[in-house]
């Protein structure tokens, strides 16, 4: 419906010219988005009373949308009250220039229907009541009979009241004090219902004033009683300062307060287990053991808390016993000295060694689980790996038995077929001749310096030439073995990142360095030992690797030409 209005609003045309979908016209168009147009449409001729299929009119559209809607999303995006003057003044001009105030809309209802209706009106304040009034005050002036039922049976006041209880009980006051003067309003006039209005407006202010007066003064008694309090507690503090005896047993006092404090210290510190905890590359974990012996720990903790609290108020009750209709005043002295000091050093230390030894339990766990997980997934690799060894061993040993029984299946062939061609030639001789010279025959017309040069080899060795061997590995070891020598060391992030932590190999450029006795022609397993890496604190990294023998691989080269094997 957006781009209707927008063409309506923005194209030339008939000033009561309908759009295809909804059939608004360019009134209707502003009374969505517009309201400050609408007087210069009436003046050009827009039709005031014109209904949609739909029976909604301009003055309705005012009603629920532009008058309720704009001003409701204006106070939620915090723009502060909203000013209705332009949506007023549209009102009015639509009703000066004859829009009917009671033409029915959509179920019947009326403009004020609408205007009452409290799906539409969303305000909870005096402003949103204000604002509403004042468009049935509008109507009304204009002929509005706030009598008239829509197809519901229901006036405009009977639809500003909730149908349910639990409703009425839910509406704010100015959502009850708008019924209330549609209901004045229909029954004893606008005028008296106006006034009614105005009453209540005053009334509230009158009480918004008295409440005001009534906080402030609150807030005056509270700051005198503060300063007083604040003036007592220094001459309390003055007169004990003064008494040896008096502020020995204060500092006594304030000596089990502090302790007290170091002790719900230490509780707070590992009050939700994060003494427990530790994370490293995006996983977390937490010690269990680390957590019963926190329990144990705090089991004893908060025995020790509970004795200091004991003797802390016991102490400091009895001190301000001592200064009799005063003694209010010592205890809020005491508890300001205790809030004010530091949580006592010793206490702290005593516990100290326990906390840490948590976080060295939790440590020493989170690495050995990673150690575990580091072990686990080496372990998973190397399985991979033999998995794979070993399926190229099969396979191989499958080519070996088969190239095996297919020389041995090729040479009896061979063998029975020298035989018979022995047998074939004796008897040929004898009984044959003309067989004898059709197959001489053949042999000439067929032979060829290739199959010259076959048969001599064959004649020569007197089996067949079958060549069986296996593939020739790419690579031949040609430098070596060295040492790589162990390595050891804690490096920052910025020289591991510089590779500091790299070792070189002796090998020729061009060349590959592999484990010693790891290379094989069958299967080629060029790993070289891993290093271990892991988090040394501080943002700096741990590096080692044990010491191992290398060699260097060189490629082979491909031999080319005829009778060379293609590798």
């Known amino acids: 419906m957006r781009h209707e209005i927008n063409a309506l609003l923005s194209e030339p045309g008939d000033i009561n010219r309908q759009s295809p979908e909804k059939a608004l016209t360019p009134l209707m168009a502003a009374a969505f988005f517009d309201p400050e147009r609408i007087p210069g449409m009436i003046a050009q001729g827009a039709d005031v009373n014109y209904r949609t299929p739909f029976d909604e009119t301009a003055l309705h559209i005012l009603m629920f949308r532009e008058a309720t809607y704009k001003g409701i999303f204006w106070a939620s995006a915090g723009y502060g009250p909203y000013e209705d003057t332009h949506e007023l003044a549209a009102i009015e001009a639509l009703l000066q220039a004859g829009a009917n105030p009671n033409i029915g809309g959509p179920g019947g209802s009326t403009p004020a229907h609408f205007a009452a209706n409290p799906k539409y009106y969303k305000g909870d304040d ?3 009541l204000d604002m509403q009034v ?4 509008l109507l009304v002036r204009y002929g509005a009979d706030l009598s008239i039922i829509n197809s519901k049976g229901f006036t405009p006041y009977e639809i500003s009241v909730p149908a349910h209880t639990w409703e009425q009980e839910d509406q ?21 219902a106006y006034t009614a209005h105005i009453e209540r407006k005053t009334s509230l202010a009158k009480q918004a004033k008295e ?9 005056h008694r509270e700051e005198i009683a503060r300063k007083k309090m604040r003036a007592k507690e220094e001459a309390v503090a003055s007169y004990i300062a003064s008494h040896p005896n008096l502020n020995n047993a204060l500092s006594e006092v304030v000596q089990i307060g502090k302790e007290k404090r170091a002790v719900e210290s230490v509780l707070r510190q590992n009050a939700f287990g994060e003494r427990c905890e530790t994370g490293s590359n995006n996983t977390y974990y937490q010690s269990k053991t680390c ?18 609290d004991s003797a802390y108020r016991k102490q400091r009750n009895w001190f301000a016993n001592l200064f009799g209709e005063s003694g209010h005043i010592v205890k809020a002295l005491v508890d300001d000295r205790v809030v004010n000091a530091p949580a006592d050093e010793a206490v702290m230390q005593q516990y100290a060694p326990a906390l840490r030894q948590l976080s060295n339990i939790t440590q020493a766990e989170a690495r050995a689980e ?23 061993d099969r396979t191989n040993q499958m080519l070996d038995r088969n190239m095996a029984q297919t020389q041995q299946v090729i ?9 018979n061609a022995t047998a074939h030639q004796s008897s040929s001789h004898q009984g044959l001749p003309e067989l004898e010279d059709k197959l001489n025959n053949i042999d000439r017309t067929f032979d060829s310096p290739t199959s010259s040069r076959s048969g001599s080899l064959a004649s020569e060795n007197n089996q067949p030439d079958i060549l069986l061997n296996k593939p020739e590995s790419s690579h ?12 050891d060391m804690v490096v920052t992030t910025q020289e591991y990142n510089g590779g500091r932590a790299s070792q070189k190999f002796e090998c020729p450029e061009g060349t590959i360095p592999v484990q010693e006795g790891a290379h094989s022609n069958q299967f080629t397993n060029w790993l070289l030992p891993s290093r271990t890496e892991e988090p040394a604190g501080k943002g700096k990294i741990r590096v080692t690797r044990k010491s191992f023998r290398y060699e260097c691989l060189c490629a082979n080269k491909k031999k080319t030409g005829s009778g060379a094997t293609q590798q």
């Open 370 to 392: 990673r150690a575990e997980q580091r072990r686990k997934e080496q372990q998973m690799m190397a399985d991979f790996m033999s998995t794979i060894q070993n399926s190229f």
């Open 411 to 419: 040479q009896q062939a061979y063998a029975s077929q020298r035989a």
């Open 126 to 128: 005096e402003y949103w």
């Open 211 to 219: 409440r005001a007066r009534a906080e402030a003064e609150r807030k």
């Open 291 to 308: 957590m019963t012996s926190w329990e144990a720990l705090k089991a004893s903790a908060e025995s020790h808390y509970s004795s200091l």
């Open 172 to 192: 704010s006051p100015s959502q009850a004090a708008f019924s209330q003067f549609l209901l004045l309003a229909e029954k004893r006039g606008l005028e008296q």
């Open 476 to 487: 031949r070891v040609c430098a070596g073995p060295f040492t790589m020598p162990a390595i």
């Open 134 to 137: 004042e468009r049935i005050a």
